[in-house]
C-alpha cells in the first residue's frame, strides 16, 4: 500500500486547511487511519486517528478544531483543520495499518505552516 498526502500549504492563523490522503496498490487490510505531526525541534504526535470501527481520536491540542473522516472504501482519510494556529506548523503524516499493526504504510509528508 502506497500513500500520498496532499493539502499542505501557508496559511493565516486563524484559517482552515484540508488535508487528503490516498492509497493505492495493495497488501494489507486497512483498519487504523490517521495523521501525525512533526514541528521543528519535537517528537514525531499522534494528531487524529480513525479505526474501521468508527472510533476517533484526537490529541487534546486539536479537539475541536480539527476532523478526521475517512472512507474504508476507497481507503482514504482527510484531515479538516480550523482555526489553524502557529503551533498547528508542522509536517503532516498520514498512515493507515492494520488491525494487529503488523502491517502499516506512511504517506510522504506534507507541510503545514500556520503565520501570526
Known amino acids: 500500500v502506497q500513500l500520498q498526502a496532499s493539502g499542505g500549504g501557508l496559511v493565516q492563523a486563524g484559517g482552515s486547511l484540508r488535508l487528503s490522503c490516498a492509497s493505492s496498490?495493495?497488501?494489507?487490510?486497512?483498519?487504523?487511519m490517521g495523521w501525525y505531526r512533526r514541528a521543528p525541534g519535537k517528537q514525531r504526535e499522534l494528531v487524529a486517528q480513525?479505526?474501521?470501527?468508527?472510533?476517533?481520536y484526537y490529541t487534546d491540542s486539536v479537539k475541536g478544531r480539527f476532523a478526521i473522516s475517512g472512507d474504508n472504501a476507497k481507503n482514504t482519510v482527510d484531515l479538516q483543520m480550523n482555526s489553524l494556529k502557529p503551533e498547528d506548523t508542522a509536517v503532516y503524516y498520514c498512515?493507515?495499518?492494520?488491525?494487529?499493526?503488523?502491517?502499516?504504510?506512511w504517506g510522504q509528508g506534507t507541510l503545514v505552516t500556520v503565520s501570526s
Open positions: 498512515y493507515m495499518r492494520s488491525f494487529s499493526g503488523s502491517h502499516s504504510s
Open positions: 496498490g495493495s497488501g494489507f487490510n486497512i483498519y487504523v
Open positions: 480513525l479505526t474501521g470501527g468508527g472510533n476517533r
